[in-house]
Each structure stands twice: as C-alpha cells, then as structure tokens.
C-alpha cells in the first residue's frame, strides 16, 4: 500500500520544552477511562421517548451472530482540544521506545516520499508512513479530529467485527492538523484485485458486506441528528470542495432528514445560480420541496467507500485487515452511502467493475427500497445525481 522507505528523518520529541507543550507524551487521556459506552437491547427507551427502531437494520450476513442487539446505541465522551496524546496506547508500547514524531518531521518525510513519487503533486491531505514504527500520519488543512474519533467509536464498539487503524494521538500545528494513526499492513484492495482469484473477491466481497452492515447497526443513544460524529457539521466532499469562492452556512448538524435534504437542495441550486451569474457569494434559501424522501432512517456512513480504502492482507486468501478514509463519516440518511460509493467510483476510477457489479451487493438496500414509499434506488440516485450535479 505505502512506499518503504530506505531511510526516515530522524525522530524528535514533540518539544524540548515543556512548557512549549500541554501533553508531551503524558497520560492527559486514556482511551478507555474517556470513552463511555452505553449499549443496550434496541427495545430500550430513547432519551426523546421513542423506541429503538430495529425495522431499517440490513438483514444479518453469514458469520454475523444473530443472538447479539440488533441495535447499537452510541453515546461516547471524546476527549477535546487540539493536542491529544493515547500515552497506554499500543504505539508506547513498542520495543523501539520512540516518540511520535514532531510536525516538522512528519513535512520532512513527506518531501522526501514526494521527491521520489510517493505522494501526489497535489493533495489537501497526505498519508506519510513510518514503517519502522508501525506509524501513519494524515496531516493537512483539511484533515479533522473527527475522523479520529470516529475510529476511536469504530475500535471501542466494533473492534472484532470492522477492523480500522488505532488511533495514537492527534495534533495541530499552525493551520494543519496531524493524526498520528497505526499502520495497516497490507495493500489496498483496488491495487491487489487483478491478482486475485474469483474465489478469493468473493470471500473479500462477503467480509466488506459483513463489516458494512456492522457498522450500519450503530444508532445514536438520544435524539437522531444527520452530522459528524461528534454532533459538528458533516464533512462530506459533496459540501466541502463545492462551493469554492461562495460563503454557504456550515452543512449542519441538522435536526432531522427533512432539514438535511433542504441544505442539500437549497446548497445545489444556490452554487448553480451562483456559477451562472458569476457572484462571488451564494445565498441558501431554505424551502420545502418534494424530491427527496424525508422518511427514512439515519445511518452510520463511511461516505467514501471504495477498493482504495479497503486494505488487504498481502499472502495468499486475502483478508480484509482494515478499513481507512473515515474523514466523511458520519450520520447521514440511510441511501446516502450507496450514492456516494457511486460517485466515489466516478471519481477514482472503476476498473475493476466495483460500482457495476459490487457496490449493490455489499451496500444490500433492498430493504430500503421495499419500506420507504415506494422509493427504489434508482430514482433516487437520479434525484440525487441531478443536484449533485448542480454542484460541478
């Protein structure tokens, strides 16, 4: 998957100076003591008063244990601020005993990877491995906690069913943040596919499809919102690399469906209008409107899944190791995942026949189609598609 690099600049410790530093490797948080989990059987009474609605749960694949709550409720405490260090987590464990690199260093490596063709010319964030440490660092503008804290939900409550990265720690310098993540080791599903047997996609397709409606079992603890996990705008590059020059209201967190899809159709048409009369600011208009099926539930989304975010185990009956590129997720309405994982087809590429002859499959929305008004996928991609499009 990543380059392995002959040489790496030489670590440093976050800061000579203490006092320079909040959290120089010190135990300021630990996963588990600020991590709170409430998980209870989906019968159990919401804070709003309603009952967990286990109707629009996927139908259980093989391997999955029936026995277990069909529902998942999640109500996590993450740890805040912009320097955030897992000193008991696995990283300071290693014989090595080294620290975490600094920024600095982490810029360093990167140019070095950049020279010799690792990295793309140009990216609002990048992936920078440290074999040697078992280590990866996304860093950029555009890089978020959020999407560390949602591999810090997906590790505490799904860890043996949706393997993602461990999360070491996360850190901002300047305008760029750092989060210092474990190294998955293997290779990308999209890069090992064309050596792969039929047999062998198809137990790698059955796994991804397992872990998809894993994760699709979660359910907010309180009250249902479409936003990021950690109840702040969504993240999703629908929003976020559209609007360009406009000045548009933040992408929520929304109260429900409804409001969400009246973003997302007042947002479409106001940077249509925008681009069209060539203003430099766009004004969002919050109207009702009819295209878009406001009933149906919210699901936990990875909102880019693709083969280059699959991560596969390099001998022979590959495995699914891990599950990368969390930075969209969040809580959308539930369609919202199959659309994106078409666009995000699209837009990186389909060689392997992913959106034609997987993406159905692993996604399973035929419940979705058969209890939400007559809806079926297709119109509804097309809705979707149309106002997406307004956006380009």
């Given at each position: 998957?990543?380059?392995?690099p002959?040489?790496?600049?030489p670590l440093q410790?976050?800061?000579?100076n203490?006092a320079?530093?909040v959290?120089p490797?010190?135990?300021?948080?630990?996963?588990?003591?600020?991590?709170?989990?409430?998980?209870?059987?989906s019968?159990a009474?919401l804070?709003?008063?309603?009952?967990?609605?286990?109707?629009?749960?996927?139908?259980?694949?093989a391997?999955?244990?029936?026995s277990?709550?069909?529902?998942i409720?999640v109500?996590?405490?993450?740890?805040?601020?912009?320097?955030?260090i897992f000193a008991?987590?696995?990283?300071?464990k290693?014989?090595?005993?080294?620290?975490?690199?600094t920024p600095?260093a982490?810029r360093s490596?990167a140019?070095?990877l950049?020279e010799?063709?690792?990295?793309?010319v140009a990216?609002t964030s990048r992936?920078?491995?440290f074999p040697?440490l078992g280590l990866?660092?996304?860093?950029g503008?555009?890089?978020?906690?959020?999407?560390a804290?949602?591999l810090?939900?997906l590790?505490?409550?799904l860890s043996?069913?949706?393997p993602v990265?461990?999360v070491f720690?996360?850190?901002r310098?300047g305008d760029?943040r750092f989060?210092?993540?474990?190294?998955?080791?293997?290779?990308?599903l999209e890069?090992?596919?064309?050596?792969?047997r039929?047999?062998e996609?198809?137990?790698?397709?059955e796994e991804?499809?397992g872990?998809v409606?894993?994760?699709?079992r979660?359910r907010?603890?309180g009250r249902?919102i479409?936003?990021?996990?950690?109840?702040?705008p969504?993240r999703?590059?629908?929003?976020t690399?559209?609007q360009?020059?406009?000045k548009?209201?933040?992408?929520?967190?929304?109260?429900?469906?409804a409001k969400f899809h009246?973003y997302f159709v007042?947002?479409a048409v106001?940077?249509?209008e925008?681009?069209?009369g060539?203003?430099e600011?766009?004004?969002?208009?919050?109207k009702?409107?009819?295209l878009l099926p406001n009933e149906?539930?919210i699901?936990?989304?990875?909102?880019?899944?693709?083969?280059?975010?699959v991560?596969?185990?390099?001998?022979?009956?590959?495995?699914?190791?891990s599950?990368?590129?969390?930075d969209q997720a969040g809580?959308?309405?539930?369609?919202?995942?199959?659309?994106?994982a078409r666009?995000?087809?699209?837009?990186?590429g389909d060689a392997?026949?992913?959106d034609?002859r997987y993406v159905?499959g692993?996604?399973?929305?035929d419940?979705?189609e058969?209890?939400?008004?007559?809806?079926?996928y297709?119109?509804l991609?097309q809705?979707w598609?149309?106002?997406?499009?307004?956006m380009?």
């Open positions: 998957m990543f380059a392995n002959s040489h790496h600049v410790p976050l800061s000579s203490p320079q530093d959290d490797f010190q135990s300021l948080y630990d996963a588990l003591s600020n991590l709170t989990l409430d998980v209870t059987p019968s009474t804070d709003n008063g309603s009952r967990a609605n286990s109707s629009h749960v996927p139908d259980t694949p391997g999955v244990d029936s277990r709550p069909s529902d409720p109500n996590l405490i993450f740890p805040s601020g912009d320097n955030v008991h987590s696995s990283f300071f290693h014989p090595c005993g080294a620290d975490l690199p600095a982490v490596e140019a070095r950049f010799q063709g690792y990295l793309p990216a992936l920078v491995p040697s990866l660092v996304k860093y503008a555009d890089v978020s906690t959020t999407e804290k949602c810090l939900l590790r505490r409550l043996s069913s949706v990265p461990e720690g996360w850190r310098d760029e989060i210092y993540m474990e190294l998955p080791d293997g290779m990308t890069e090992r596919w064309a050596w792969m039929e047999a996609r198809k137990l790698v397709y991804l499809r872990m409606n894993e994760w699709r979660l907010q603890g249902e479409v936003g990021s996990i950690d109840n702040s969504v999703d590059g629908v929003f690399s559209s360009g020059t406009m548009l209201p933040p992408a929520g967190p929304f109260a429900d469906v009246s007042a947002t106001a940077i249509s925008c681009r069209q060539g203003a600011t766009g004004r969002v208009d919050y009702p409107h009819h149906v539930p699901a936990f989304t990875h909102g880019a899944l693709h083969p280059r975010n991560i596969v185990s390099r001998g022979p009956n590959p495995h699914i190791v599950i990368i590129g969390w809580w959308y309405p539930a369609y919202w995942e199959l659309c994106k666009m995000e087809s699209s837009a990186h392997i026949g992913w034609e159905l692993v996604l399973d929305l419940r979705f058969q209890k939400n008004q007559g809806w079926n297709g119109a991609c809705y598609d149309y106002f997406v499009g307004l380009r």
